[in-house]
C-alpha cells in the first residue's frame, strides 16, 4: 500500500521535530559544559549524534542555535496556564500559582536554559533581555494586574502592584529556586514546594491585608 502525500508529510514533520529536539539537547548540554565560548558546532554535532552537515540544515550557526533554546524555555513556559481571572479571590489564586510556578521553575531539567541564558546574558544582552521580558517580566505584570484587580475590590492594600508582585514571587523561591539552578538540591518536591508557598503567602497576606 503506498503512503499518501499528507501521511508522508506527516512523518517528515515527525521526523524533523525529532532531529530538531535531538540537536537542541545536543547543545543545551556542549553550551552548559563548555560555555557559549567554548562550544564549535562541531562539538554540538558529536554531541547531538548528528552530522555536521545535519546540524547546518537546521541551524546556521551557534547564535542561532542558543535563541532556539531560549525560544524553547518562553515556550514552555507559556504553556503553564496561571489562572489569574480577577474574580478569584486571592486565598485560593495566591497559592496555587505560586505552587505551579515554582513545580515549573525549578522542574527536572528545567533549569538549563535559564543557567544558559545566565551565562551568556552579558555576550548577548539582546538575548538576556527577551528572555527576562518575555519570561519572567511576563508573568510578574500578570500577578500584578491580578493584584490590582483584588486591591479594588477591597481584599488588599497595595501602593505598588508590581512590587508586591515581585516580593510574592521572590518568597515563594525562598530556600528553592538558588539551590536548585546552582545545582545544589535537586528539584523540590511538591510537598517542600507547597510550605516554601504557604508561607509566603501568610507573610504577604500579613503585609498587605487590609487591617481591622
Known amino acids: 500500500m503506498v503512503a499518501s502525500p499528507q501521511h508522508s508529510l506527516h512523518l517528515v514533520a515527525d521526523e524533523d521535530s525529532t532531529k530538531r529536539r535531538q540537536i537542541l539537547d545536543g547543545a543545551r548540554k556542549v553550551f552548559l559544559d563548555l560555555g557559549f565560548d567554548g562550544a564549535s558546532m562541531g562539538e554540538i554535532a558529536r554531541a547531538a549524534g ?81 528572555f527576562y521580558n518575555h519570561v519572567i517580566a511576563h508573568t510578574v505584570d500578570r500577578l500584578a494586574t491580578y493584584l490590582e484587580a483584588r486591591a479594588k475590590l477591597g481584599e488588599l492594600v497595595i501602593d505598588d502592584y508590581q512590587l508586591a508582585a515581585w516580593q510574592f514571587m521572590q518568597m515563594c523561591q525562598a530556600t528553592l529556586f538558588q539551590a536548585f539552578i546552582f545545582q545544589a538540591k535537586p528539584s523540590p518536591s511538591p510537598e517542600r514546594i507547597a510550605t516554601v508557598v504557604d508561607s509566603a503567602t501568610r507573610v504577604f497576606f500579613a503585609a498587605y491585608r487590609p487591617k481591622a
Open 50 to 130: 548528528v552530522s555536521k552537515g545535519t546540524l547546518y540544515v537546521y541551524f546556521p550557526d551557534k547564535y542561532g542555535l542558543f535563541e532556539a533554546i531560549v525560544e524553547e524555555e518562553k515556550i514552555e513556559q507559556s504553556r503553564t496556564a496561571f489562572n489569574f481571572d480577577p474574580a478569584r479571590d486571592v486565598d485560593t489564586t495566591l497559592p496555587e500559582f505560586g505552587r505551579a510556578y515554582i513545580a515549573l521553575l525549578c522542574r527536572p531539567g528545567g533549569g538549563s536554559a535559564i543557567r544558559t541564558v545566565m551565562a551568556i546574558a552579558e555576550r548577548m544582552p539582546e538575548v538576556g533581555s527577551r
